[in-house]
Nanobody
Framework: QVQLAESGGGSVQAGGSLGLSCAATGRTFGIYAMGWFRHTPGKEREFVAAISRGGVPTNYADSVQGRFTISRDNAKNTVYLQMNSLKPEDPAVYYC????????????????WGQGTQVTVSS
């Protein structure tokens, strides 16, 4: 089992950048594929980005492709989400998630979830 804790959320102006971190404790972090998802009130939680156990390949939602970058440091048991060129449609609670196996874009595939961190974008 693994426990996940996100950090780095906050408020930023449109066009700005923000970096999120997700620290993992518990079982060996390197065996898990990791994903970032986000949830906006009134909408379903949606896929943002995913990264395989070794760091490649990565996968992104079309809405964030080219603006967001997912990465991981297995020595630090941490996965990151660098968000650049933030848009007014990006505000949400961002969650990291882990699964044993390959990285996927599907929420039900992920076994472990963090509590989320709020991202706000002002125009």
């Amino acid at each position: 089992q693994v426990q996940l804790a996100e950090s780095g959320g906050g408020s930023v102006q449109a066009g700005g950048s923000l970096g999120l971190s997700c620290a993992a404790t518990g079982r060996t972090f390197g065996i898990y594929a990791m994903g970032w998802f986000r949830h906006t009130p009134g909408k379903e939680r949606e896929f943002v980005a995913a990264i395989s156990r070794g760091g490649v390949p990565t996968n992104y939602a079309d809405s964030v492709q080219g603006r967001f970058t997912i990465s991981r440091d297995n020595a630090k048991n941490t996965v990151y989400l660098q968000m650049n060129s933030l848009k007014p449609e990006d505000p949400a609670v961002y969650y990291c998630a882990a699964r044993s196996g390959i990285a996927t874009t599907r929420l039900p595939d992920y076994d472990y979830w963090g509590q989320g961190t709020q991202v706000t974008v002002s125009s």
